[in-house]
């Protein structure tokens, strides 16, 4: 199994440019989350799903989308990057249950915002 | 609401010990650890759970206080190995699908 793979690993953007950050896992994990780490800081939840069709907003969810058609796969889209979007992003995904389950982290998005 | 962890951080020499405390001032259901090292992902440590079940690694040891709403991580005989930030995440009794994670406590373990 790979686990939870993200894509790409390093982004430059210019500010009010589009992008998505990929997003997918190979566990059958219903439940998937958006994180975003700024220096010196915890994990910031920005958007999250229970199952494919069905998501909802975390605690900083302005500037960012989500969408989940599939299992598999949940990408996060940057609508008109901003230098405070410069962040290291993970996605995580864990089986269902009242955080019952550990989540496991990809690997990261380093995205920097000129 | 973010739960508290202290302290910030923590300098010690190998085989010295450690604890790490989260507080959280709602009714949780569950408490994770993560440990994370510089430039990678956060890593699974272990859940304690309402009701005293934990799940997670046999060398690690953790408490969970849940009418003080508190679990303190107990980090015995230290290894290089084991500096990183270590970060708590809670999930509330009310919420099913949220884990709200503290700001992490860096540890540092000297030769």
């Known amino acids: 199994n790979a686990g939870v793979t993200q894509t790409p690993k390093f982004q430059v953007l210019k500010t009010g440019q589009s992008m998505t950050l990929q997003c997918a896992q190979d566990?059958?994990?219903?439940?998937m989350s958006w994180y975003r780490q700024d220096p010196g800081m915890g994990l910031r939840l920005i958007h999250y799903s229970v199952g494919a069709g069905i998501t909802d907003q975390g605690e900083v969810p302005n500037g960012y989308n989500v969408s989940r058609s599939t299992t598999e796969d949940f990408p996060l889209r940057l609508l008109s990057a901003a230098p405070s979007q410069t962040s290291v992003y993970f996605c995580?995904?864990?089986?269902?249950?009242?955080?019952?389950?550990?989540?496991?982290f990809g690997p990261g998005t380093r995205l920097t915002v000129t | 609401q973010q739960p508290v962890q202290s302290p910030q951080a923590v300098i010690l020499r190998e085989g010295e010990d450690a604890v790490i405390n989260c507080s959280s001032s709602?009714?949780?259901?569950?408490v994770h650890w993560y440990r994370q090292k510089h430039g990678e992902a956060p890593v699974f440590l272990m859940i304690l759970l309402k009701g005293g079940e934990q799940k997670g690694h046999e060398k690690i040891s953790a408490s969970f206080n849940e009418k003080k709403q508190q679990s303190s991580l107990y980090l015995t005989a230290s290894q290089l190995s084991y500096s990183g930030t270590y970060f708590c995440g809670t999930h509330g009794s009310g919420s099913a699908r949220q884990l709200t994670f503290g700001s992490g406590t860096q540890l540092t373990v000297l030769p």
């Open positions: 995580a995904s864990s089986r269902p249950g009242q955080g019952s389950y550990e989540q496991y």
């Open positions: 709602k009714a949780l259901y569950s």
């Open positions: 566990m059958n994990h219903e439940y």
